[in-house]
């Protein structure tokens, strides 16, 4: 499953590509984010809780960035195990232009999903993905922003 969307953020380019490698920025914006932690450069470890329809899971996994081009953007790609509720991996491509004093943020992602998740039906996990992968970027705007970032 594929989704897209864009972000104008109250932020320079220089502050927004510092945010998008900040590793307490990301905990704070990922929905259900318990942990992350940063192991190099280009990859952090991480643990979720997330709820997909009557499916709670924890997930732990490992993401990377790949195709850095600081400040325009990167790739970010991602796996994580959830037990008996299967597994999820995907990523994102986000690119970041500069407009003023404000940034556009715009990504692509795509997500893939196997075990007792994948068993919920195509449309509750694609809009539950989609719910996610926004929550994440209207949270980052948010704490640019200087708004107050529920997560």
């Not at 969307?5 to 307490?24: K, S």
């Amino acid at each position: 499953m594929e989704m897209s969307g864009e972000y104008r953020i109250p932020a320079p380019i220089g502050d927004v590509w510092a945010a998008l490698n900040d590793v307490e920025v990301l905990r704070i914006c990922i929905p259900g984010c318990e942990e992350l932690e940063q192991v190099s450069d280009t990859e952090m470890t991480a643990k979720v809780a997330l709820k997909i329809g009557p499916v709670k899971a924890r997930f732990k996994g490992a993401v990377n960035f790949e195709n850095v081009d600081a400040p325009d953007g990167y790739s970010i790609v991602g796996e994580g195990q959830g037990g008996i509720a299967g597994f999820a991996k995907g990523g994102a491509d986000v690119q970041l232009v500069e407009d003023g004093n404000e940034t556009i943020l715009t990504y692509q992602a795509q997500a893939q999903v196997g075990g007792k998740i994948a068993q919920l039906g195509s449309r509750l996990i694609k809009s539950t993905a989609a719910k996610l992968a926004d929550k994440f970027f209207k949270n980052f705007h948010d704490e640019l922003s200087g708004a107050e970032t529920a997560v």
